[in-house]
């Protein structure tokens, strides 16, 4: 559901909330506090494209004329049957644990380096933990396997983690990323 005053208005299920940022040009907007930001299950960096991608843009944006048309490329019914199928994807065990050391290890980082000791004010929410198994679940799924692999974690981990990640001021001064921290988190923690 969502709630704009005081009066609320339920939501389809399943139900998709995109929010975009643009880092420049920022008159008159404002990030959202931790708390909200932590309810979104990924936040994913959409970078420059590559010339071929441009290229393709350009071909079909600026100089035909014509406007592109959008088709849709599946269906209602058919997520809500794969996001079933997601959800029986197998994770064993020790994938469990290594989700919960990874997360923990945000939060308590000095116990796996030394030199992120003071670096992170704030590391991972619970949500972390349940948003990360998902994904890697999601992962797995769209890889075609029935299980998880330790690949399927590290793969989605940035997306998960990046904007859960509170750093310290002296890691802002330092100039060291959400970015580069969760990797750092990924190369320390022991892969089972």
Do not use: C
């Not at 005081?6 to 939501?11: H, I, K, R, S, V």
């Not at 936040?43 to 350009?58: A, C, F, N, P, R």
């Not at 064993?92 to 290594?98: N, V």
């Amino acid at each position: 559901q969502a709630t704009l005053g005081e009066t609320t208005f339920p939501l389809p299920d399943p139900f998709l909330v995109l929010a975009t940022q643009n880092p420049l040009d920022q008159d008159g907007t404002y990030p959202l506090p931790e708390a909200q930001v932590d309810r979104f299950m990924l936040k994913v960096v959409v970078d420059y494209g590559t010339h071929d991608e441009e290229m393709g843009i350009l071909e079909k944006m600026g100089t035909s004329g014509a406007k592109p048309t959008v088709s849709p490329v599946t269906d209602l019914d058919t997520i809500v049957r794969m996001r079933s199928l997601s959800d029986r994807v197998y994770v064993d065990p020790q994938i469990k644990d290594y989700i919960v050391r990874l997360v923990l290890a945000t939060r308590d980082p000095k116990k796996i380096d030394p030199k992120l000791d003071g670096l992170i004010r704030y590391g991972a929410s619970p949500r972390a933990t349940i948003n990360l198994i998902l994904a890697a679940k999601s992962h797995a799924f769209l890889q075609g396997r029935a299980h998880v692999t330790p690949f399927d974690v590290r793969s989605i981990a940035p997306d998960v983690l990046r904007h859960r990640l509170i750093r310290t001021y002296e890691a802002e001064a330092e100039e060291v990323t959400s970015e580069q921290l969760v990797s750092w988190v990924l190369d320390k923690v022991l892969v089972p």
